[in-house]
């Protein structure tokens, strides 16, 4: 929770010596924040507002972490008594290469494998279980605006190929449709009326910020007007 609480204590900050805010007038929604969060920052941005309701009037979500499971509960266990080889297999992907690929992806990207930031992501299971709730709370007391912005899929596996070997097949047969689903569960996380839906970033992989810039960008003029900010 460290990731999630240290931010407020920057944002207050700012918000006193900058804008002229009390606390109180930050956490009563005046401040009216914009969090634009990308990956693992998406979790932190969720346990942020879910912990100071009111201060974050926008969030714009950028292909978030999976925060509720590892990587290895993804990709069929082929060390378990019920793995089907032929679920796994196709052209591009043998049972060895599936067998060394998922260990690849494992030793990479399981919550208990500290990443380049140093985060400990063990406890995103725990603390953030469901993709689809809690509720966020914006600064009018309703739900916060919500745009959700997933990968495209073809180039994920591509780029999954060139930089982790990982078989196409891999990526389309079992991470993509995860993914996917995880992502259309992040829409429930407001009110209805306040979240169009996914919207696939085309051409982009998993850093949708670093592929397609100009994207988000446009997102965020379309929060602003409908904050009327803009």
């Not at 910020?209 to 602003?224: F, G, T």
Request: hydrophobic letters at 40%.
């Amino acid at each position: 929770m460290d990731a999630a609480n240290d931010p407020h204590e920057i944002i207050l900050v700012i918000a006193s010596k900058k804008l002229g805010l009390e606390k109180t007038d930050v956490e009563n929604g005046r401040l009216s924040m914009i969090f634009v969060a990308a990956s693992v920052g998406v979790p932190i941005a969720r346990l942020y507002i879910q912990s100071h309701p009111f201060t974050c009037a926008a969030l714009i979500a950028l292909d978030s972490n999976i925060a509720n499971v590892n990587y290895s509960d993804i990709l069929p266990d082929p060390l378990s008594p019920t793995f089907d080889p032929s679920t796994v297999l196709a052209p591009d992907c043998s049972l060895p290469q599936y067998i060394e690929a998922r260990t690849r992806l494992t030793s990479v990207f399981d919550l208990s494998v500290p990443n380049s930031e140093s985060m400990d992501r063990r406890a995103g299971p725990k603390l953030l279980p469901y993709a689809d709730n809690p509720k966020l709370i914006g600064t009018d007391g309703k739900g916060l605006w919500l745009t959700v912005v997933g990968h495209d899929p073809v180039t994920f596996a591509d780029v999954s190929l060139e930089r982790m070997g990982t078989p196409k097949s891999m990526s389309m047969r079992f991470t993509n449709p995860y993914w996917a689903k995880y992502n259309a569960g992040l829409v429930s996380i407001t009110d209805e009326d306040r979240c169009e839906g996914v919207k696939i970033a085309s051409g982009c992989g998993h850093f949708i910020q670093i592929d397609d810039p100009d994207l988000v960008a446009e997102e965020i003029k379309v929060i602003l007007k409908k904050l009327d900010l803009a």
